[in-house]
Nanobody, 115 residues
């Protein structure tokens, strides 16, 4: 599956953004979808995922970020509220079927949170 992330931008601390990830190909509903981010000079980290309606989040974003999906639109969303400067990163969406590792990655979208 090919993925295209969008929705990044510059926002002030405390603000909100919604990222979208559009998937091409069939059977999108079968894919587990994840969001990752990579800040400058840091390793890529897991943000959250959605798997058949169940969502998972890293501790640092729990209560602030929400992942959802619309299978009819082949799209997964990352709603980010109460943004902090430390959320600044390039955000990537990723997809996998049953494998432990994510096999398909989007190109990333930049999120910058100013203090």
């Amino acid at each position: 599956v090919q993925l295209q992330a969008s929705g990044g931008g510059l926002v002030q601390a405390g603000g909100s953004l919604r990222l979208s990830c559009l998937a091409s190909g069939r059977a999108f509903r079968l894919y587990n979808m994840g969001w990752f981010r990579q800040a400058p000079g840091k390793e890529r980290e897991f943000v959250g995922a959605i798997s058949f309606g169940t969502t998972y989040y890293t501790d640092s974003v729990k209560g602030r970020f929400t992942i959802s999906r619309d299978n009819a639109k082949n799209t997964v969303y990352l709603q980010m509220n109460s943004l902090k400067p430390e959320d600044t990163a390039v955000y990537y969406c990723a997809a996998k079927l049953s494998s432990p590792e994510y096999s398909d990655w989007g190109q990333g979208t930049q999120v910058t949170v100013s203090s």
